[in-house]
């Protein structure tokens, strides 16, 4: 894979790099994403919160949807994003609703915060072009990214600077907290 440092240091890079990687047979994938999900249902965060924002996950990223699917059960009210032309994320609830969270709720809400490639600092790279990033700025709530261990890098990724870092990062090994 192409290094976070140097020449090569191009976002575009590290993702071009990170897919040329050997796949992941189904099985494994859906073994590692279950030991994502139980570690993310142990995060107190998470546990806590009755309000669940969820971007979808896409391609190679960690499955939201599994997150998504198992929330529903613990009893948290699900809310999924809506992107304008103008890049403005709304976000509406599961039966088409909009979210109307009062900031106390979106204080003590969780939003999972798909991406494809993360450093230990909860940067990483995605497939949203900063859309995610300009919605992040100014959410109050707990941001949690979901990842295999093999999307996590040791090395601090290129950053723009309307890049926001994740505060924890779930995965199938372990959490991390990155900000909070």
Same mark, same amino acid.
């Given at each position: 894979?192409?290094? %976070?440092?140097?020449? +090569?240091?191009?976002?575009?890079?590290?993702?071009?790099?990170?897919?040329?990687?050997?796949?992941?047979?189904? /099985?494994?994938?859906?073994?590692?994403?279950?030991?994502?999900?139980?570690?993310?249902?142990?995060?107190?965060?998470?546990?806590?919160?009755?309000?669940l924002?969820?971007?979808p996950?896409?391609?190679?990223?960690?499955?939201?949807?599994?997150?998504?699917?198992?929330?529903?059960?613990?009893?948290?009210?699900?809310?999924?994003? =809506?992107?304008?032309k103008?890049?403005?994320? =709304?976000?509406?609830?599961?039966?088409?609703?909009?979210l109307?969270?009062?900031? +106390?709720?979106?204080?003590? %809400?969780?939003?999972l915060?798909?991406?494809l490639?993360?450093?230990?600092?909860? !940067?990483? #790279?995605? !497939?949203?072009?900063?859309?995610?990033?300009?919605?992040?700025? %100014? !959410?109050?709530?707990?941001? #949690?990214?979901?990842?295999?261990?093999?999307?996590?890098? /040791?090395?601090?990724?290129?950053?723009d600077?309307?890049?926001?870092?994740? +505060?924890?990062?779930?995965?199938?090994?372990?959490?991390?907290r990155?900000?909070?």
């Amino acid at each position: 894979m192409a290094s %976070s440092y140097g020449e +090569d240091a191009s976002k575009q890079a590290l993702r071009s790099a990170y897919l040329t990687l050997p796949t992941l047979s189904p /099985s494994h994938q859906a073994r590692l994403d279950g030991d994502v999900l139980d570690h993310l249902r142990m995060l107190p965060e998470y546990r806590k919160c009755s309000l669940l924002l969820a971007f979808p996950s896409q391609r190679e990223e960690a499955d939201t949807l599994g997150a998504v699917k198992q929330a529903r059960k613990d009893g948290k009210t699900i809310a999924v994003p =809506t992107f304008a032309k103008d890049g403005k994320i =709304t976000f509406s609830l599961e039966d088409g609703s909009p979210l109307e969270a009062d900031a +106390d709720e979106l204080a003590k %809400s969780v939003c999972l915060v798909p991406g494809l490639i993360f450093d230990a600092e909860g !940067y990483r #790279v995605a !497939y949203n072009a900063g859309y995610v990033d300009n919605f992040l700025v %100014s !959410y109050p709530g707990c941001k #949690v990214s979901l990842a295999r261990t093999v999307q996590i890098g /040791s090395n601090p990724l290129p950053r723009d600077p309307h890049d926001v870092a994740v +505060d924890v990062l779930v995965s199938d090994a372990a959490v991390w907290r990155c900000r909070r």
